[in-house]
T-cell receptor, first 113, second 112 residues
Framework: EPEVTQTPSHQVTQMGQEVILRCVPI?????FYWYRQILGQKVEFLVSFYNNEISEKSEIFDDQFSVERPDGSNFTLKIRSTKLEDSAMYFC???????????FGQGTRLTVV | QQPVQSPQAVILREGEDAVINCSSSKALYSVHWYRQKHGEAPVFLMILLKGGEQKGHEKISASFNEKKQQSSLYLTASQLSYSGTYFC?????????????FGTGTRLTIIP
């Protein structure tokens, strides 16, 4: 069964540092998302990406965040200057098409110290 | 505004039934249900696309009441593997490719 692959599984970084989280979506999927989940809380939407551009972003997704799909395969989330409150589990998710199930990657646990 | 789930947490003995509710103050165009085990990614259970729709997979089923803006997930004869946190997720429109706004979650614990 095809999977969404995320790397790294765990990242520890110092406050103020840049991090890049990577996702390899399922090859024929069209819609890509980043969600995050602070420990013990609900899954929160960050950004959606379709046709090589951002289609929607949440209030959380401020100027410190960016996404890109540089080579048509990897889908990355960059946080330019991490803050303590960025510590969370970050999930990549993809959809094959409209009104279909979302496939989630296993997540990257980001710890900002 | 996120959907509200109830109960927040429930503990069952193996073999008992559970109902998890998801209610929204806004129109529901479709409802997704996911289960998340501790430290893992959410795993898709089912989508309900139309009001009145009911779906089932083995002993897990769901209903969607569009008029009441709510959905319910039914777990019958629960197994230990059903433990986890259940989330409903809803899109804001009926375009179908939008972000999901997830509910508050229901933590289900099954004990032997």
């Amino acid at each position: 069964e095809p999977e969404v692959t995320q790397t790294p599984s765990h990242q520890v970084t110092q406050m103020g540092q840049e991090v890049i989280l990577r996702c390899v979506p399922i090859s024929n999927h069209l819609y890509f998302y980043w969600y995050r989940q602070i420990l013990g809380q609900k899954v929160e939407f960050l950004v959606s990406f379709y046709n090589n551009e951002i289609s929607e972003k949440s209030e959380i997704f401020d100027d410190q965040f960016s996404v890109e799909r540089p080579d048509g395969s990897n889908f990355t989330l960059k946080i330019r200057s991490t803050k303590l409150e960025d510590s969370a589990m970050y999930f990549c998710a993809t959809l094959r098409g409209r009104s279909t199930e979302a496939f989630f990657g296993q997540g990257t646990r980001l710890t900002v110290v | 505004q996120q959907p509200v789930q109830s109960p927040q947490a429930v503990i069952l003995r193996e073999g008992e039934d559970a109902v998890i509710n998801c209610s929204s103050s806004k129109a529901l165009y479709s409802v997704h249900w996911y289960r998340q085990k501790h430290g893992e990614a959410p795993v898709f259970l089912m989508i309900l696309l139309k009001g009145g729709e009911q779906k089932g997979h083995e002993k897990i089923s769901a209903s969607f009441n569009e008029k009441k803006q709510q959905s319910s997930l039914y777990l019958t004869a629960s197994q230990l593997s059903y433990s986890g946190t259940y989330f409903c997720g809803t899109p804001e429109t009926n375009f179908g490719n939008e972000k999901l706004t997830f509910g508050t979650g229901t933590r289900l614990t099954i004990i032997p």
